[in-house]
């Protein structure tokens, strides 16, 4: 997977780079850490220029951010409640955690989605309780974008640093990149494992 991104990125820069950072929010493997990162050593060694990387990287960002908007903005919380019920344990919560989120999400929204942008395992799950919610569109587009401005200059800058600290940049960035889809996995498992509903607890 990590060799297949370096490469698309490679050949189709900066719209391969807006490709892939929407697909990353739909399809988690492909990390924007790995894309960002590469984008960044590929600044580092002149074939690409950091302004135009991070515009390309956040634009595709928010347009796969607000792809998952939209379906859960259609689809309304009232609608989930049966299949939190059905696959609470799973999901790790109970549909009263989800009452709670959304209240609290209505109240405090925007700085929600863009707090979330600097955390890997939230940043593209926090879309959809913002459509559940129906945020207002323009509002969840500006904290998004602004998030991942944000995030995607930082991963640059690192990409930049690493490539012209180290030679081989791409390939401890593909493995940093596996250590914390690990750990993720990991802590997944230990909620679904130690996870009780409210009346057991």
């Given at each position: 997977?990590?060799?297949?991104?370096?490469?698309?990125?490679?050949?189709?820069?900066?719209?391969?780079?807006?490709?892939?950072?929407?697909?990353?929010?739909?399809?988690?493997?492909?990390?924007?850490?790995?894309?960002?990162?590469?984008?960044?050593?590929?600044?580092?060694?002149?074939?690409?220029?950091?302004?135009?990387?991070?515009?390309?990287?956040?634009?595709?960002?928010?347009?796969?951010?607000?792809?998952?908007?939209?379906?859960?903005?259609?689809?309304?919380?009232?609608?989930?409640?049966?299949?939190?019920?059905?696959?609470?344990?799973?999901?790790?919560?109970?549909?009263?955690?989800?009452?709670?989120?959304?209240?609290?999400?209505?109240?405090?929204?925007?700085?929600?989605?863009?707090?979330?942008?600097?955390?890997?395992?939230?940043?593209?799950?926090?879309?959809?309780?913002?459509?559940?919610?129906?945020?207002?569109?323009?509002?969840?587009?500006?904290?998004?974008?602004?998030?991942?401005?944000?995030?995607?200059?930082?991963?640059?800058?690192?990409?930049?640093?690493?490539g012209r600290a180290f030679g081989e940049a791409e390939?401890?960035?593909?493995?940093?990149?596996?250590?914390?889809?690990?750990?993720?996995?990991?802590?997944?498992?230990?909620?679904?494992?130690?996870?009780?509903?409210?009346?057991?607890?």
């Open positions: 997977m990590n060799s297949w991104v370096i490469q698309f990125i490679q050949g189709g820069g900066y719209l391969g780079i807006a490709l892939l950072m929407a697909v990353e929010n739909i399809f988690p493997p492909i990390p924007s850490e790995l894309i960002m990162g590469v984008g960044g050593f590929a600044v580092a060694n002149g074939s690409m220029q950091f302004v135009p990387l991070l515009i390309a990287g956040t634009i595709g960002s928010t347009l796969g951010n607000y792809v998952l908007f939209l379906v859960a903005d259609r689809l309304g919380y009232e609608r989930l409640q049966p299949f939190v019920d059905r696959w609470g344990r799973w999901l790790t919560m109970e549909w009263e955690d989800v009452e709670t989120g959304t209240r609290f999400f209505r109240k405090h929204g925007g700085a929600v989605v863009f707090a979330l942008r600097f955390m890997p395992m939230f940043r593209s799950v926090v879309s959809i309780p913002a459509g559940l919610a129906h945020m207002k569109h323009w509002q969840f587009l500006a904290y998004t974008a602004a998030g991942a401005a944000i995030w995607n200059a930082f991963l640059i800058a690192l990409g930049r640093w690493a390939q401890w960035l593909g493995w940093a990149t596996i250590a914390v889809a690990g750990l993720t996995v990991v802590y997944y498992v230990y909620r679904v494992i130690t996870w009780k509903p409210r009346a057991k607890r």
